[in-house]
């Protein structure tokens, strides 16, 4: 596993990110999908289990779940299952914050 930095500070992710809406990052050819909520940062692969829709299209619920737009699997950010049991659990991608900045684990 190796931890790439993907912002130079957490200022800079929380003025460049906004809480609760899914977004799209590629890192090394990898498309994920990247929320910031309450201050921390969670990445998890940035397609369905179910049809293979791009969640980052989606929007994150009040329970902290990404759902998907198509059919509307709801997917935990922190462990990457599918809520409903109904398909596959998502690849999750561990990240942490320091002084030197944001970092995702890949």
Known sequence: MEWIKVFSSGEEARKK???NKPQLLIIRG???CLVMRGGAFYAV???????GEQLHKGVVN??????????GYRFNMKTGREVGERSGDLVTFPMKENDEGVFLAL
């Open 62 to 71: 009040f329970l902290g779940e990404v759902v998907c737009p198509w059919h």
């Open 45 to 51: 692969e940035n397609k369905c289990s179910h049809n």
């Open 17 to 19: 990110l906004t809480e």
């Open 30 to 32: 990898q498309a994920l």
